[in-house]
């Protein structure tokens, strides 16, 4: 472990370049050094790996996005557990975990490839025991999620600590079994990504007017 500590602080940390544009967005990785591979970006941090150290993956926040702290706590009450990664190093704006191999929901219905049952119950499980642990699913969407090999992983947990309510999983889940299995997954060339990010803009969208909605009408219950 400490050869791989040592080459990101050599070799990574000096020559990457990642920046935060607009926190509803995926960060953006200006400069990557020779050899680093780029395996995802999210709203928070850019994941790269190293072919010499291709099992691990190091995911490095970008300045200014807060939440290391959270995610190496969420991942010391995980411990170790199939459907989860696990958090082996950090040090004050990066983390190396453990590399899940496979492919996002997102990308699944972008590719057209069909996503079994059998998927979306392994992260039932997995979010079950999340809380069993004294965690709270959050921010469980279909890039923060994979299928390998048939089986269900949850690939972010980094608001986990997050104790307000999150409905992101269950609507998932409500999409999955109304319009995915049904219609969606009939379409062998899958959809384009600018209509899969306008779909989660119009559902980020309506969850907040629908939030707003429900504060409203609790505060006026209140006055009342
Ligand atoms: N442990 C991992 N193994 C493999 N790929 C990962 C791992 N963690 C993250 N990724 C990839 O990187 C992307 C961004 O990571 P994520 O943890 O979701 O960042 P953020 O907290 O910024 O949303 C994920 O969507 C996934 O594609
Ligand atoms: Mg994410």
Request: charged share 20%; hydrophobic share 40%; aromatic share 12%.
């Given at each position: 472990m400490q050869d791989f500590i040592d080459l990101i602080h050599r070799d990574l940390l000096p020559n990457l370049q990642v920046e935060s544009i607009h926190p509803h967005n995926p960060v953006v990785v200006h400069q990557l050094p020779k050899q680093w591979q780029l395996i995802g970006t999210g709203n928070y941090a850019a994941v790269v790996s190293h072919p010499a150290y291709s099992h691990r993956v190091v995911k490095i926040y970008a300045p200014g996005r807060p939440g290391l702290q959270e995610e190496v706590e969420v991942y010391r009450r995980l411990g170790q557990h199939p459907a989860f990664s696990e958090g082996l190093y950090t040090e004050s704006e990066f983390l190396i975990l453990k590399r899940l191999y496979g492919i996002t929901l997102y990308d699944c219905v972008h590719r057209g490839i069909k996503i079994p049952p059998q998927v979306i119950e392994d992260i039932d499980q997995a979010l079950n025991y999340a809380s069993s642990v004294g965690l709270y699913p959050h921010d469980v969407h279909g890039k923060n999620l994979m299928m390998s090999e048939g089986r269900g992983l949850v690939v972010d947990v980094s608001d986990f600590l997050k104790q307000d309510p999150c409905t992101a999983w269950n609507d998932l889940k409500r999409a999955y079994y109304a319009l995915y299995r049904p219609?969606?997954?009939?379409?062998?060339?899958g959809f384009p990504y600018q209509l899969l990010d306008l779909t989660r803009f119009t559902y980020r969208f309506y969850r907040r007017v629908w939030k707003q909605a429900q504060w409203q009408s609790i505060s006026i219950d209140h006055k009342a």
């Amino acid at each position: 472990m400490q050869d791989f500590i040592d080459l990101i602080h050599r070799d990574l940390l000096p020559n990457l370049q990642v920046e935060s544009i607009h926190p509803h967005n995926p960060v953006v990785v200006h400069q990557l050094p020779k050899q680093w591979q780029l395996i995802g970006t999210g709203n928070y941090a850019a994941v790269v790996s190293h072919p010499a150290y291709s099992h691990r993956v190091v995911k490095i926040y970008a300045p200014g996005r807060p939440g290391l702290q959270e995610e190496v706590e969420v991942y010391r009450r995980l411990g170790q557990h199939p459907a989860f990664s696990e958090g082996l190093y950090t040090e004050s704006e990066f983390l190396i975990l453990k590399r899940l191999y496979g492919i996002t929901l997102y990308d699944c219905v972008h590719r057209g490839i069909k996503i079994p049952p059998q998927v979306i119950e392994d992260i039932d499980q997995a979010l079950n025991y999340a809380s069993s642990v004294g965690l709270y699913p959050h921010d469980v969407h279909g890039k923060n999620l994979m299928m390998s090999e048939g089986r269900g992983l949850v690939v972010d947990v980094s608001d986990f600590l997050k104790q307000d309510p999150c409905t992101a999983w269950n609507d998932l889940k409500r999409a999955y079994y109304a319009l995915y299995r049904p219609i969606l997954c009939r379409f062998p060339f899958g959809f384009p990504y600018q209509l899969l990010d306008l779909t989660r803009f119009t559902y980020r969208f309506y969850r907040r007017v629908w939030k707003q909605a429900q504060w409203q009408s609790i505060s006026i219950d209140h006055k009342a």
